[in-house]
């Protein structure tokens, strides 16, 4: 069987950008080229089979009647702060269409799905995702979802600035970003990126406006938990150490304890970060938080 390729994460901005998809090559058989997966190639190198998204969905429509295909199927939208993700369900997700038919909107949910993409014929290309599973989730998880995806995408975008400084295309860009450590599955997309879609470098530039508008959409909300109310540092600190005796507190209990105090997600992610950097704390396990005494 083969392994299931990795659920990235995008913004809806880069990801509806986006028309470029390929097949992976295969040099074994004509059969094993039958399953092998398509990917979309994104405006900014992302290389995606699979997503994994956090939003609001706050549109769901049965669409089933207008389509000539599949009796039922479900169509949402699920916004982040940069755009809008088309989700579509039908009689092969039983599970996601149930709950696209009984989900309260607007409500804030994750979504790990396979991207789809449809041509009319016209030229244009719409992107779009079949879920392979959806969650309820709450302010904070989407928060943290858009911490870590802004933190890959730009990570993304400065490897597609040494792209475009080098002046080189093709192999060439490639082995010289993987001089540089890039990992070739980043390397092999912004190579693809820059060749498809002569990316420059104001299109760049508009990407990390897009991320900045979004942090701060959320950056906004820590007024709410100045030191008046709540030092959050002194918080995580007393409810590690309350913790000390076992093996540590797992990082989605502290985002939900923080929750309890109105304490904001991104809030917590910078505090941690900082502990980390300042050896306050340290993780003895991936996700597992204990402070240092």
Known sequence: MAEREMAHRVFAREFNDSRFQISSSSDVTSQADLHAPNFLVTTAGAKVNRLFIAGVIT??????SHKGGEKELWRARVSDPTGTFTVYS??????????????EVPSFVTIIGKVRSYEPGDGSVFVSLRPE?????????????MVDTAELTLDRLDVFEEALSSGISGMELFDHLSLKNVPSHIAEGVCMALDFYRTDRSYIQGMRKHIRDALFSIESSLSAVSGDLFDTE??????LQEMNGGKGMEYTELLRQ???KNIPAVSVEKTVRSLLSEGHIYEPKVGFFRAIV
Not at 59 to 64: K, L
Not at 234 to 239: A, H, R, S, V, Y
């Open 59 to 64: 549109e769901v429509e049965d669409i089933g």
């Open 90 to 103: 039908g009689n092969f997700q039983p599970e996601t269409s149930v709950f696209l038919s009984t989900v």
């Open 133 to 145: 599973e959806i969650n309820h989730a709450d302010e904070n998880t989407r928060n943290r979802w």
């Open 234 to 239: 002194e918080f995580i600190m007393d409810l």
């Open 258 to 260: 923080a929750g309890s």
